[in-house]
């Protein structure tokens, strides 16, 4: 996993995919006084069917654009 970008990036797009069902959607980042600097946080409701439901958040800033992949398995 790369390092941590610090500083501005200017304009940011942060979304979330579940492949098994073929939705997705924005996320609405919040920002967080803890301990003197701001921590990023972000709530989301994500829709799962039965049986595996790969998901995808992806985030992408300035020229950077990251995802991050876990599968969520309903039972």
Do not use: D, H, K
């Not at 939705?23 to 803890?34: E, K, M, T, Y």
């Not at 069917?49 to 969520?72: C, D, F, H, L």
């Amino acid at each position: 996993m790369p390092p941590p970008v610090f500083g501005e990036l200017g304009p940011y797009e942060l979304w979330w995919r579940n492949a098994a069902t073929g939705v997705s959607g924005p996320i609405a980042l919040r920002w967080q006084c803890n301990c003197g600097g701001g921590a990023p946080f972000w709530l989301v409701s994500i829709p799962v069917q039965p049986g595996p439901n790969p998901i995808t958040v992806s985030m992408r800033a300035g020229g950077y654009e990251q995802q991050a992949s876990v599968v969520v398995t309903r039972q």
